[in-house]
């Protein structure tokens, strides 16, 4: 998909991994709208990016896990912008394994609202419309996590929901494609104290995410940014998951890598 001229949401693109998207989107020359939870940050973010890239960015506040917000948010969007959403990012995540009930309505429920929401905006039951959605999930969407158990279990859907979503007829009729990034650990509020003030993260996983900082290379978030715009821009990509980590030892540089649904074992 071309990214030059597009509509583009970025739901958490207030700050972290959504702030870094939300960026490479503006440097490709898309309209890009902010929805996030946090006003305050939104705002900020968006008072920010303006200075360089004027009225292409936007803010709207949106609480994910509420129907009628989501579909204020699209319709905010076409009424700024004029257009339908070309391209919509489910960034927004928490990390709170001791308040299991809110870290899968907001990792998982949320993103099955915002794709079934965001659906009918961007023409799923339109023959030859076409737009992309994509997750962010994680690695531990990929492999388990005995320290991270909910979390892991909310990533895990989401990639399954993902892939199962660019096998239904209607996505394949509308030509709507699917896509999730699964990035390692990344250095954002997520894995800091200031993760646990804005109720991010509780103090258990927080401490957890701080202790790899000694162990390993965090990815930066232009890294998730990157891995973002590669899965937008090849129309091949369909139902992708793009693993996004540095390697086998931890450390060294960036690596890209699709890693590949078990279809031997379970046909779709």
């Given at each position: 998909?071309?990214?030059?001229g597009?509509?583009?949401?970025v739901?958490?693109?207030?700050q972290?991994?959504?702030k ?17 939870i946090n ?7 968006v ?11 936007f ?5 994910v ?6 579909r204020?948010?699209?319709g905010a969007v ?17 990390l709170r ?5 809110s870290t ?18 961007m ?31 909310t ?21 709507l ?13 997520l894995i ?10 509780d103090?258990d ?45 931890g ?6 890598s ?11």
């Open positions: 998909m071309k990214i030059d597009s509509v583009a949401v739901t958490g693109g207030a972290g991994v959504g870094a998207i939300v960026e490479a989107l503006l440097q490709r020359g898309a309209n890009v709208c902010i929805a996030d006003k305050a940050i939104g705002e900020v973010t008072k920010e990016l303006a200075e360089a890239y004027g009225d292409k960015i803010f709207k506040e949106c609480d896990t509420k129907d009628a917000d989501i204020a948010l699209f076409q009424e700024t912008t004029g257009r339908a959403v070309d391209i919509l990012v489910n960034n927004a995540g928490i394994e001791k308040y299991f009930a899968v309505a907001i990792n998982l429920e949320a993103q099955i609202r915002c794709a079934y929401v965001g659906a009918e905006y023409g799923l039951n339109s023959v030859g419309k076409s737009g992309i959605m994509i997750f962010t999930a994680s690695i531990l969407g990929l492999v388990p996590s005995g320290q991270a158990p909910v979390y892991s279990a990533k895990h859907g989401l990639v399954a929901f993902v892939r199962s979503m660019a096998l239904s007829p209607s996505s394949i009729k509308s030509g494609r699917f896509n999730v990034l699964c990035p390692s650990f990344v250095d954002t509020p800091t104290d200031e993760g646990i003030k804005r109720g991010l993260v103090d996983s927080s401490a957890m995410f701080i202790a790899l900082r000694n162990s390993i290379d965090l990815l930066k978030p232009s890294d998730v940014g990157k891995g973002c715009i590669q899965l937008i821009e090849d129309d091949t990509l369909n139902g992708k998951a793009l693993l996004i980590n540095h390697g086998d030892t450390h060294g540089d960036v690596l890209f699709y890693i590949e649904p078990q279809t031997d074992i379970v046909k779709p």
